[in-house]
């Protein structure tokens, strides 16, 4: 089957840098999205990674490798308006769906 | 540049109803999904909708249909409600079928007694 693993929480302190690892067993796999969702809101899309290697977008950085089928999420400076459940997810060739994680909560201390 | 907006919010229906989800893309958006999200858990694609046509389906059964419209705008019809449907499902828009990037909408939350 097509399945997309992930922690199911993660916690960190403010201020500090926190990854998010993901990986995935797909076929037709063609890029690896990260979307934020807080609760009781929608998901969010944060970054995308076609190709092999690294993505920033400010505090946001994500990574994907396609040979080991693993993917990571890298907040920086992490700010308390960060917890939220991160999810990761495949975009499939095949028939055009999105292939979600379970997602994973990211827990923020003071 | 309008976002996505979804209706109703929330709406509460019995076992063995219909219910009609309707969703309006983000301006210039030809493609949209539609996901079932249960408590806890990640999005569930249901399908996807490009130019009026369904073009990719998530295993949901038939009574999970829908509709484009031409401006773009998409409904989602459920038929024979089940408990289990109790959900919230979420619409997204995005430029083309491949969505790199979507857009969500705020959701309708559906309980289902």
């Known amino acids: 089957g097509q399945s997309l693993e992930q922690p199911s929480e993660v916690t960190a302190v403010e201020g500090a840098i926190v990854q998010i690892n993901c990986t995935y067993q797909?076929?037709?796999?063609?890029?690896l999205s990260w979307y934020q969702q807080h609760d009781g809101g929608a998901p969010t899309f944060l970054s995308y990674n076609a190709l092999d290697g690294l993505e920033e977008t400010g505090r946001f950085s994500s990574f994907l490798s396609r040979s080991d089928s693993y993917g990571y999420l890298l907040l920086q400076e992490l700010q308390m308006k960060d917890s939220a459940s991160y999810f990761c997810?495949?975009?499939?060739?095949?028939?055009?769906?999105?292939?979600w994680g379970a997602g994973t909560k990211l827990i923020i201390k003071p | 540049e309008t976002g996505v907006t979804q209706s109703p919010t929330h709406l509460i229906k019995t076992r063995g109803q219909q219910v009609t989800l309707r969703c309006s893309s983000q301006s210039g958006h030809n493609t949209v999904s539609w996901y079932q999200q249960a408590l806890g858990q990640g999005p569930q694609f249901i399908f996807q909708y490009y130019r009026e046509e369904e073009n990719g389906r998530g295993n949901f059964p038939p009574r999970f249909s829908g509709l484009q419209f031409p401006n773009y705008s998409s409904e989602l019809n459920v038929n024979a409600l089940e408990l289990d449907d109790s959900a919230l499902y979420l619409c997204a828009s995005s430029l083309n079928q491949y969505q790199e990037t979507q857009y969500f909408g705020p959701g309708t939350r559906l309980l289902v007694l």
């Open positions: 997810a495949a975009n499939m060739d095949s028939n055009y769906q999105l292939i």
């Open positions: 797909t076929s037709g796999f063609y890029g």
